[in-house]
């Protein structure tokens, strides 16, 4: 499967915007010690008392950062390991992974500095374009299957 | 993989699962431009102010439906998969990931219009029925590797 | 696909992890209930009455335990697929997968039974440890596919 260097060039973006997820939790992490913001007692407790067990502005900022990431990078797992099946061409696989990596990447940084709107909604609705893209061709490919 | 016909069975459904997704969260960001509450300051600020940077119930159920999908949606499109490389019969697959589908649908449109109870939790249980089913069946073609 | 035995060791403890998932929202569903304390209106018209459409510490807790998982199991059900593809050698696969097995369900009783900081944190941080080894492996052999 690897051999198919469409899946491969996929499995490159896609392991890469992993990484970049768990750098949200750790930024959140970060910020949850630097603000003294905890979600539970028992962290608080450990640092210096259950006044800390509460809510931050910017913690917040962080989770929302990587719910919507799980809202859509997850997907995006998905739908191009299946995409990379119908053997599209490498040229057009590849403009469509990294025009989701780079918005995706956009999307994290608008979210993180909190940089004025629209930037971040315009990076998500560019990431959703090569996803809608993948998944009506799948979707061609696959539908006499239903 | 897609000459597997249960696999591409598989996909349509968790294609079009992937979409309904997608639908929920710009049905999310309709309702936010329609009552006027937004996630973020900056957001506010484009659209009217910094009093619009609020929680409205009507936002947080859509935002409910769509983490729900995300708890079972995003393992579904993983248990789906290695279930169909296991070799099952094409019509007992296909009940399991239509069963899955419909009930899926039912539960966002039971969540999204606040049917009363016990539609969405009946949804939720009818769905879970094919993915514990297809574990159990995973997990017996592959305990002797553990 | 199910006859390289990496993939199948690395399928059995991922379906075990997505069973975990499903038995945190059957314990979050349980709390709801004895708690009285319900996220839709509908529902707690059925169990009550409007008073019970309200927050609880308890339900919150199991909540973001189930969240943590979706942060940290779904991307795994992915990375450790295309870790399987890259031909490890089956104990050092088994020993990856394993560390996250464990620490998994260590960092879900660390969370449920609120033990002492920082036992859920370090859980957390070793479950990552096999999680970015495999994800840097991958990105080795894919890199020249960017």
Known sequence: MLLNTVFSCFVFYSVLLVLKM????IITGQMRLRKKAFANPEDSLRHGGLDHFRKDPDVERCRRAHRNDMENILPFLFL??????????????RCHFLVF?????????????????????????????????????VLMVVASYA
């Open 101 to 137: 990596f780079v918005s995706r990447l956009v999307h994290s940084m608008a979210y993180l500095c909190a940089l004025p709107a629209p930037t971040r909604s315009l990076a998500y609705v560019v990431a959703q374009v090569p996803c809608v893209s993948m998944a009506v061709q």
């Open 22 to 25: 768990y750098i949200i939790a």
């Open 80 to 93: 191009g390991a299946v995409y990379s099946l119908i053997s599209p061409s490498l040229s057009v696989a």
